[in-house]
Nanobody
Framework: QVQLAESGGGLVQPGGSLRLTCVSS????????MGWFRQAPGKEREFVAG????????YYSDSVKGRFTISKDDAVNTLNLQMRSLNTEDTGIYYC????????????????????WGQGTQVTVSS
């Protein structure tokens, strides 16, 4: 059984930083393309960042480019999202997702491309 578990969310002031972690059990991330999505209240879940299975490619939404960094640590089966210069529009539930059998050096931005999802971690940016 594949399980993805996010952690690291919380309450942070505007301009602050957080580091989200997604740990996989029952599934190796070394052969998976991975992504981070978020869902704000009343809005659809949206793509935030993605990374290819081999780590050679990454992609960010325009709203987080230059502030967020996605990374994989295959040795410990973990996906990370370093978030800096947070603002109130970054508030939402953050989900990690994994895609099996990805193409080399390909980042997937559509929700439907992913096979597995975590339960999410809440990020609240507020003064």
């Amino acid at each position: 059984q594949v399980q993805l578990a996010e952690s690291g969310g919380g309450l942070v002031q505007p301009g602050g930083s957080l580091r989200l972690t997604c740990v996989s059990s029952g599934h190796t991330l070394s052969t998976s393309a991975m992504g981070w999505f978020r869902q704000a209240p009343g809005k659809e879940r949206e793509f935030v960042a993605g990374i290819s299975w081999d780590g050679h490619a990454s992609y960010y939404s325009d709203s987080v480019k230059g502030r967020f960094t996605i990374s994989k640590d295959d040795a410990v089966n973990t996906l990370n999202l370093q978030m800096r210069s947070l603002n109130t529009e970054d508030t939402g539930i953050y989900y990690c997702a994994a895609k099996e059998s990805p193409q080399s050096s390909t980042v997937y931005r559509l929700r439907g491309a992913y096979n597995y999802w975590g339960q999410g971690t809440q990020v609240t940016v507020s003064s």
